[in-house]
């Protein structure tokens, strides 16, 4: 019977749909939970490189499923986003249509490669009925504040009773600035003041930020939307802009989201990432006075020890101090430099090493020193860490010294005796110095000399704190999320305004749900799209949304206009996957404590700061507010690589519409051109199908070798540009969704991009026919016999169980692939058909290539699914080696090679080697002094 994919794939979809068998519910089995970061549903569709990852993920399901475990491997649709907006710009047709027919699409896409997803679980995060959960979190993050004594996120009631009775004395929680307030002067401020107070020390706040502004979308971007100063869509100008943003105080959890880093399976290099986009540092905040001016500003410094080294101080261009400081001289020159860099984004200037800056025009006094120190203004000082102003110390600092060098500004080496000069410095050790001193701690007036530079940072530290300079601190690099976009298309703030302050909508009245608009714009006037909402305003009373004319300040206030980023949808999705459908709360105890958290969570390398970081953070919230069981919400993580596309190239000559193939093409003037990927198999183009790819190619000609035209080929990023994008539809339907599941998998290592070529999938589809042949061979019906296997056949199975068992669990699938190939060949050299070695072997492949393991599962008579079988387990006892190879030398050279059994004594083993015939020409005429046998290796004769 022939291997005939297409019915058997689909009758096999229908049946595990007919029979809920991904369905999954709690039960007395031990769980274990498989997610994916789940996509966003574009327009284009799946290529060949996004199911990767859900691949692996859907052999680890199955896998675990097999092994008893109840599996919970569910599947939604990151909804919202600026790429359906701009359609909706660009076409007038509403967002939420094109994403429904999005996700349409790629669930039909989906569905053809025979994933065990669990469909019944499926969120949207544009259903209210999900971002009803997303509301209700930031609901609770905005009347919530962090305990730093207790390292735990708190009602806000509990510290307004605090101020009430206390003021500030004595309060250690997170907040954006400093204040100070007694408990009388709490109670006499207005509702207003103390909204604005407390404003200070909310989760979810709104606070003046930099950020991404891109004036033709009217919107705030994230820094993984611009690209070179532009918005990745679209292209438009992006300019740095303070703005008044909804933010989540992501910073309070800095240090439990680094020491949650030790409790995870997650690679180093992913925890190195997060490490260091946190960026945990000590040291000390020491204040500098203003010359001349009764002003001053605090610097945050690592080793305060090098403040004999200063030379000149830095504020960052968004600081608060340049306009204060700036002297009337300088100003026209201050007001270019930050025109300027408003064109560059936080990320380029992270990156960009170019030196670039201007002189405020004031001086800075030193507090160790007395000396005035220049301010200068430079985008490489970054607002938002530490204080947004540092000390140069360019003697021991490669972004300090690059700058000082370019200005001409004083380099003080710290060591007596140095000679400062491009050639003394290095980027780590600052001024290499050859005098006597060099090596030991700078000379100062703190008697500092001698020490180890943790001594002197201590005493430094010390010095600081006995005459009220500063203060002890540590800081972290993590900022803040933003957490507004002036757009249409994402989750509505529940939040209406009164007297100019935010306030949250009755819990009990969520979802509020988004509006319908006449533009998805901004308004003429500047307001985001959802100004153009006529419905939009709050009725206290009422508990509903009704008419913005009704709006009068008493008992109706206006709604939010900004919506959420795409986070926020994201940063909890898991949880709900847990109980979709509970419409009393994000996740009920019952299925919290029995999924507890993710297990397995496999994705791509681009979220390893933004996504992760994020929904870390809101996982430690919930897990404060009892919420989450786990505080950690991915236990072990899998960073999937990318697939790259094969490009394809044709030769035109110059000035003609003659292409010439490709080993010809060095004897003619071409012009190498991509074609597409869809219309060449095997490097060899289908020249009906290029003619009729575009109408200029209808009159083509050819130039070919031996009878083909033979394409160039490169492997590149897979783009729709590069003609190089392949439809996974495409290979279905040519090879089966078996086929492209499998090779996948076989073109490399899991967390390895490695480039898709089409020429290699022919051998894995003949593996499947192959296999269908120990099944069938060449008659119509099944061929399978109810024999006692032998012992070459039990070791090839056996062998194969062992390594697919340890590959799996180390995901190294690719060699699982290898491994199949090699027992079947084995099997099929020894024409084996026994029920009881081709039944474990359905069952080892039965997560791979699904659809072919059901079908001869029940075609072997069971009458359930294979997915609910029992993974089988190995017996090393048929692993042993029955057999020893030999290699037989006469004086240390190999001559051949002798199979003997495994347990021959060495005695037997020297025997039958001295006797074999194809020793005899070797020892004609020799006589044999010496035979050394090495047990299951070597038999070396020594002749003279």
């Not at 596309?645 to 051109?673: A, C, E, H, M, W």
């Not at 392949?726 to 480039?755: H, W």
């Amino acid at each position: 019977m022939e291997y005939n994919f297409r019915d058997i794939e689909k009758k096999w979809r229908e049946y595990w749909i007919a029979n809920k068998v991904y369905q999954v519910e709690i039960n007395e089995k031990p769980k274990y939970y498989v997610l994916d970061m789940f996509p966003y549903p574009s327009g284009a569709g799946l290529h060949v490189g996004h199911p990767l990852g859900y691949i692996a993920s859907d052999i680890y399901s199955r896998y675990k499923r097999l092994c008893g475990f109840n599996v919970l491997h569910p599947m939604g649709y990151d909804a919202y986003g600026l790429p359906a907006e701009q359609y909706a710009i660009q076409t007038g047709q509403h967002p939420a249509i094109t994403t429904v027919n999005n996700i349409n699409r790629y669930r039909e896409q989906l569905d053809k490669i025979g994933f065990s997803f669990d469909w019944n679980r499926e969120v949207r995060t544009c259903d209210p009925k999900y971002y009803h959960w997303t509301q209700w979190a930031f609901q609770k993050m905005f009347n919530s504040y962090y305990c730093n004594g207790c390292q735990k996120a708190q009602p806000i009631s509990k510290l307004i009773a605090y101020f009430e009775e206390k003021g500030t004395e004595g309060l250690d929680v997170a907040c954006s600035e400093e204040l100070s307030f007694t408990a009388e002067e709490w109670k006499a401020k207005s509702e207003k003041e103390q909204q604005e107070i407390l404003m200070n020390y909310r989760i979810a706040y709104l606070g003046e930020t930099m950020v991404n502004w891109c004036p033709q979308l009217g919107t705030v971007l994230a820094n993984d939307e611009v690209v070179d100063g532009v918005s990745e869509r679209g292209g438009y100008p992006v300019v740095q802009k303070k703005m008044r943003q909804w933010c989540l105080r992501v910073s309070a959890y800095a240090q439990r989201l680094l020491d949650g880093l030790e409790t995870v399976d997650w690679t180093d290099s992913l925890k190195e990432t997060q490490r260091n986009w946190i960026g945990r540092s000590e040291g000390t905040e020491v204040r500098f006075k203003v010359k001349d001016q009764d002003l001053e500003f605090t610097i945050f410094t690592t080793r305060a020890d090098t403040m004999f080294g200063v030379t000149f101080m830095v504020l960052a261009p968004e600081s608060e101090l340049v306009p204060l400081l700036t002297t009337e001289a300088q100003k026209a020159d201050v007001e270019a430099y930050l025109d300027r860099t408003k064109k560059r984004t936080e990320r380029e200037r992270i990156s960009d090493r170019r030196v670039t800056g201007v002189f405020s025009g004031s001086y800075a006094i030193n507090p160790f020193t007395g000396d005035a120190v220049p301010v200068w203004i430079s985008d490489y000082v970054l607002a938002g860490y530490g204080t947004g102003a540092i000390m140069a110390v360019p003697a021991h600092d490669s972004r300090d010294y690059a700058f000082a060098k370019h200005f001409n500004l004083p380099i003080i080496p710290l060591v007596e005796g140095c000679d400062v000069s491009e050639e003394s410095f290095d980027a780590k050790e600052g001024i290499v110095c050859n005098s006597p001193k060099a090596g030991v701690t700078p000379y100062c007036d703190l008697n500092l000399n001698g020490l180890t530079i943790k001594e002197a940072i201590a005493a430094t530290k010390k010095y600081v704190k006995e005459h009220q300079l500063g203060r002890v601190k540590v800081n972290f690099r993590l900022r803040d999320a933003i957490f507004s976009r002036q757009r249409y298309w994402g989750e509505p703030f529940p939040v209406y305004y009164k007297d100019g302050m935010p306030y949250m909508i009755d819990e009990s009245k969520l979802p509020l749900e988004l509006p319908e608009v006449a533009k998805f714009l901004p308004t003429e006037s500047g307001e985001p799209p959802l100004g153009h909402a006529t419905k939009w305003a709050w009725d206290v009373e009422k508990g509903e949304v009704v008419d913005n004319a009704l709006i009068d300040q008493k008992t109706v206030f206006p709604l939010e206009l900004n919506t959420m980023p795409g986070f926020a949808g994201s940063s909890a999705y898991y949880l709900r996957y847990m109980d979709p459908h509970n419409d009393k709360e994000l996740v009920s105890k019952e299925a919290d404590e029995y999924w507890q958290n993710v297990d397995l969570y496999v994705g791509g390398t681009e979220h390893a700061t933004g996504h992760l970081i994020y929904s870390r953070f809101w996982n430690k919230f919930l897990h404060d507010l009892g919420v989450s069981v786990k505080e950690e919400p991915f236990q072990k993580l899998i960073n999937q690589g990318m697939i790259q596309g094969r490009s394809n190239f044709v030769y035109r000559i110059k000035d003609t519409n003659t292409f010439v193939s490709f080993g010809l093409k060095d004897q003619y003037d071409v012009t190498p051109l991509h074609v597409d990927v869809n219309i060449v198999s095997n490097d060899i183009l289908d020249i009906e199908a290029f003619k009729n790819w575009r109408p200029e190619y209808n009159t083509a000609e050819f130039i070919l070798e031996d009878g083909k035209y033979v394409c160039g080929w490169a492997v590149e990023k897979m783009s729709k540009s590069m003609f190089n994008v392949v439809n996974p539809d495409v290979i279905v339907e040519k090879y089966g969704a078996d086929t492209l599941r499998l090779y996948e998998m076989f073109l490399g290592p899991i967390e390895q991009s490695k480039p898709w070529d089409t020429n290699g999938i022919d051998g894995v589809h003949r593996f499947l026919k192959k296999l269908w042949t120990l099944f069938y061979g060449t008659a119509d019906s099944l061929q399978v016999s109810n024999d006692e296997p032998k012992a070459e056949e039990l070791k090839s199975l056996h062998k194969l169980i062992k390594k697919v068992t340890f590959d799996i669990e180390h995901f190294s699938y690719n060699t699982s692939i290898s491994a199949f190939m090699i027992c079947v060949n084995e099997l099929s050299s020894l024409k084996c058909n026994k029920q009881a070695i081709l039944e474990p072997l359905v069952i080892l492949l039965a997560p791979f290539a699904p659809h072919v393991a059901e079908e001869l599962w029940h075609e072997l008579g069971h009458n359930t699914t294979v997915c609910d079988a029992q993974w089988p387990a190995y017996n090393e006892a048929y692993l042993v080696e029955n057999t020893a190879v030999y290699a037989i030398s006469f004086n240390g050279k190999v001559r051949y090679n002798l199979e003997l059994p495994a347990d021959m004594p060495k005695e037997e083993v020297e025997k039958t080697a001295l006797n074999h015939e194809n020793s005899a020409k070797w020892l004609e005429g020799k006589s044999v002094k010496k035979v050394i046998v090495v047990p299951k290796k070597i038999v070396n004769i020594v002749i003279g």
